[in-house]
């Protein structure tokens, strides 16, 4: 079954408008997720590092005041586009980081398509 | 920086034959991984590889590693439709606070 759970898998918002995606750890607590991008026919880049319980850490080049990251709870990590616009359009994927027990591996969400119109 | 590159970019294969993904990456790493994505969905983990020589296989598939030489391999034997898709490998370092670096990825079509 699933470890990371996202939410919503897709979602349309007006140009200029917020819109919340959430990342859930269902299998295991996570202190640190993680929150990557994907544009259509290229890899995935990563976005932020969000931590539990303290500021999420961006990577450069990524607006820290556009993608608000909250990681309120062991298992849940939001990540809010704020005044989206069409080039925001991507999909966005969290991953989150196994235990030793589970073999090391970093497992990711089903992703979320947004489509700013 | 940290730098993973992959090739090809883009393999066109007939089934039943083999062939085999490369991964460079430009530091010391941690881990390695393995992902496959099918069009429009996340990524599905198919290899993670710890140590110098580790070498593991699931089905037509093997990933073997070599730190000395930064490089992962990605082997797919006979090949089958079934297995078209794109496949990334990351690396993990922990100097980075364990974030995965993203090779660009080799856009798999196996021809029936």
């Known amino acids: 079954g699933a470890v990371v759970s996202q939410h919503p898998s897709r979602v349309i918002c007006k140009s200029g408008t917020s819109v919340k995606i959430e990342c859930r750890s269902l299998d295991f607590q996570a202190t640190t997720m993680f929150w990557y991008r994907q544009f259509p026919k290229q890899s995935l880049m990563l976005m932020a590092t969000?931590?539990?319980?303290?500021?999420?850490?961006?990577e450069q080049g990524v607006e820290k005041d556009k993608f608000l990251i909250n990681h309120a709870s062991l298992t849940l990590s939001t990540l809010t586009v704020t005044s989206a616009h069409p080039e925001d359009s991507s999909f966005y994927i969290c991953?989150?980081?196994?235990?030793?027990?589970?073999?090391?591996?970093?497992?990711f969400g089903e992703g979320s398509w947004l489509t700013v119109v | 920086e940290l730098k993973v590159e992959q090739n090809p970019l883009f393999l066109s294969m007939q089934e039943g034959k083999n062939y085999t993904i490369y991964c460079n990456y430009s530091?010391?790493?941690?881990?390695l991984y393995w992902y496959r994505q099918d069009p429009g969905k996340s990524l599905e983990s198919l290899f993670v590889l710890l140590s110098n020589g580790a070498v593991k296989q699931e089905g037509r598939l093997m990933a073997s590693l070599d730190t000395k030489a930064r490089l992962s391999t990605l082997h797919i034997t006979a090949a089958v439709h079934d297995l078209s898709a794109t496949y990334f490998c990351?690396?993990?370092?922990?100097?980075?606070?364990?974030?995965?670096?993203f090779g660009a990825g080799t856009i798999l079509r196996v021809k029936s």
């Open positions: 991953s989150v980081a196994g235990l030793k027990s589970v073999g090391n591996t970093i497992y």
């Open positions: 969000s931590n539990e319980g303290s500021k999420a850490t961006y």
């Open positions: 530091t010391t790493s941690d881990r």
């Open positions: 990351a690396v993990d370092i922990m100097e980075y606070g364990n974030k995965l670096v």
